[in-house]
């Protein structure tokens, strides 16, 4: 994200932008992971509030299908997406960082989902927030939007990793090498069946993925890495992420 001087405020332009970008790198032959960070001190403070002030309906409803879309272009992308967190993600900004699949945070930064304090919940961005840090530490920063910090952030579940900041790029890489080391059609397999079991009931979510795991396990790739174990040997992989 490049917008520094704001704070890499998500406008609409950037939203789209922003998805285009994503769904392009994910298309990049050899492509194995994204690392979504912001240019300059922040990572995000949100939307772009100068956009929404006297904005009709109809222009409010487009801030949040492009925000929206934004999120579920994450999910659905068959690529792992890292967040690397920088300064403050705030808002729409926080939102981001909980919907990216992995996340790594300097020990400087921090997340805050304050729009209580300007008269507008942070309705959208408690959708990935909660489903990251649960209900009751959801709400404490849904209705105080207070700051938290890395390492309370990390105790919460919002991001995997907090370093010192001149680490984190390094840290970005390392996910990204380990990720690398896996067959990218399993990756991407695992990814959907993640998502798709995580708003099932526990019964729901055994019986399909028994499923996946059944169509996984005849798969070339899986096929492959078990030999390859067996025989105490690195897999080749052959087949691609879809």
């Known amino acids: 994200m490049r917008w520094p001087e704001k704070r890499n405020a998500l406008s ?3 939203m789209d932008r922003l998805s285009a970008a994503l769904r392009e790198a994910a298309g990049e032959e050899g492509a194995r992971a994204i690392v979504l960070a912001g240019a300059g001190p922040a990572f995000s ?11 009709s309906p109809e222009e409010q409803r487009q801030v949040f299908l492009a925000c929206s879309a934004l999120m579920e272009t994450i999910r659905v992308l068959p690529l792992p997406v890292i967040a690397e967190v920088r300064g403050i993600a705030t808002a729409a900004g926080c939102q981001l960082v909980a919907a990216c699949d992995l996340a790594v945070a ?24 909660s489903r990251a840090v649960g209900r009751k530490r959801a709400m404490e920063m849904l209705l105080t939007g207070d700051f938290v910090d890395a390492p309370t952030a990390l105790d919460w579940g919002l991001v995997n990793r907090v370093v010192p900041e001149d680490r984190l790029e390094a840290e970005s890489q390392t996910f990204v090498e380990r990720i690398a080391e896996a067959s990218p059609f399993v ?24 499923e996946v795991m059944c169509g996984n396990a005849v798969e070339p790739d899986a096929q492959e890495g078990m030999r390859a174990f067996l025989e105490k040997r690195r897999p080749r992989w052959t087949q691609g992420a879809s």
């Open 12 to 14: 609409v332009t950037m």
């Open 106 to 129: 300097a020990e400087t930064a921090r997340f805050a989902t304050p729009g209580v304090r300007i008269g507008l919940f942070c309705s959208t961005p408690m959708v990935p927030v």
């Open 45 to 55: 403070a949100g939307h772009y509030l100068p956009e929404m002030v006297g904005a």
């Open 187 to 210: 990756v991407a397999l695992g990814k959907r069946a993640f998502h798709r079991q995580a708003g099932l009931s526990v019964e729901d979510a055994y019986a399909q993925m028994s």
